[in-house]
């Protein structure tokens, strides 16, 4: 054989090794995708055609269950899913963690869990994924590009080792507060122009109309007949009247109240004005005190609405300069970073590291402390408790508010339009200036066998109509950013396109003033520090 055949027979083989190589190693790359997270979407729409979802999802609410009975599981039988729910999060999750312990690693009961991150805290433990689905299947839903950039916030914070994209963000428990309209105003109008009204101010109305406004104080000249007041046709705006009664002489709030009681009482006379921040509210309180109190954080059944609150409050606020007291941080969004960075550095492993970065907190809530009814957090201490006693509840006889009284409850919902049967008496919403946003997840148990058809529940939970239905059936947080398009082709935003009916509400959150408030909650995995901090605080006697 000449030496031209030798050399093309050796370059026929190397080129046959060559590409075989190539091949095994194709397969081998090929191999290690997993079909659900690396594969395509319509793949994943035929492999869930057919399967089930058993889902953890929370039944104790009435509103909820009907959003899933009557817009989900239709739409998921669309797609060929056999869609129901059982046992709210962290119950799922225990389920899961029961079953997986007790040698069931597939055909599990749970598919989907729904719930703030208490669930996954069960199923991932100290980093490791033992019950929770390790893949990075969130990223691969379609609708999730409709996610805020932030919606991994609570959970990144909150779990050690969470790996990005295992859970999929839906709905969230926005801090708000409840009022009577009866007693109290957040925003009056005048004529066409709504506007403010200063914590510090009362609301004189004659015959149901805003008739002018005296700013109150606790000491100043004493309310009788003829006694001068602020009109509201002198009155053009927010600003307007915050700079007059900033101005104005003051009448002492008690004499004031007196006055009204002994010539037929404040209800239909006055209305109180509401605070609009955290500073506010501890001047707020020292002219009504006891009307205000939060849930004990102590009581596990509570934990999540106070710490909402403590949140808020160390986000919006800061050491002061002695590191002995607190006050206004004068960039909240750049304090907001400050306090995120300290958590994601893993600056906090115990109660001391929360009071060394954050005791702030428990400096704010001792100087709120002589003031706060004490049946919110020495009784029961549940929400429930304190929004059953809001001035005027269930007795349209009451005149005024009293001890046994509050004027300021709490929510976790966006709007209670759809929920005004549930509040007997003239409810009103408002936020503070800070409002502490913590995130809800989807997450896929590891002993789920019907992952792809839970990957399609989870893309339905996140299309925007879906969720403005969720919105206007539950008043519950939306998740996705309404200010996008949901296609390049559409005219309006996602807000602008779905959301119409809010123009119609008036007891909820609007989308600008959402936008202004809101901070993630970063704080959520901390909670056990947060609450022992404040036991040691207030109840080491």
Known sequence: MNSKKILVIAVVAILAIAAVGVAVLYMQDDGDKDPLVDGEWDDILKMADGQRVNMGFYTGDVECKKFVDNILIPEAKKLGITLTYQDYGPLAANGVKAEMDAGVTENGTWDLIWGDISPIAILVENGEYKYMWDGKWADNLPNNKFLTSDYEVTVKAGIPGYISGTAAEFSNGQTMFVYNQDFNAYTVKIGEVTVEVPYNCVVLLDNGAVKGFIKVNNGGATWGAGSAFIAAADIDSTADLASTIDSASAYDVTALRTYMNANGGVRDQMLYGLPANFTELLNWIQLYPGQFTYPDPANAAATFHSSLIFQAIVYELKWNSGKNGWEVA????????????????????????????????????????????????????????????????????????????????????????????????????????????????????????????????????????????????????????????????????????????????????????????????????????????????????
């Open 330 to 541: 004068p960039d909240r969004e750049a304090n907001v970073k400050a306090v995120n960075k300290l958590i994601s550095d893993g600056a906090i492993k115990s109660e001391a590291d929360f009071k060394t970065h954050f005791g702030y907190l428990y400096e704010y809530l001792e100087d709120l402390d002589p003031f706060i009814n004490k049946m919110g957090y020495f009784q029961s201490g549940y929400i429930a408790t304190i929004n059953s006693k809001v001035v005027g509840n269930n007795d349209a006889s009451i005149k005024d508010f009293t001890d046994d009284t509050v004027m300021i409850g709490m929510s976790t919902v966006l709007s209670v339009d759809m929920r005004t049967a549930a509040y007997p008496y003239n409810i009103g919403t408002f936020c503070l200036d800070t409002g502490t946003n913590s995130q809800y997840y989807l997450t896929i148990p590891k002993n789920s066998s019907n992952k792809a058809a839970a990957m399609v529940v989870s893309n339905l939970f996140l299309e925007p109509w879906i969720q403005a239905k969720w919105f206007e059936m539950t008043g519950n947080g939306y998740n996705i950013d309404v200010n996008m398009k949901e296609k390049a082709s559409d005219t309006q935003t996602i807000y602008e396109k779905y959301f119409g009916f809010t123009s119609s509400w008036t007891l909820y959150l609007p989308q600008d003033r959402l936008d202004d408030v809101t901070v993630r909650a970063g704080l959520t995995g901390l909670a056990a520090y947060m609450v022992s901090g404040w036991t040691s605080t207030f109840r080491s006697s």
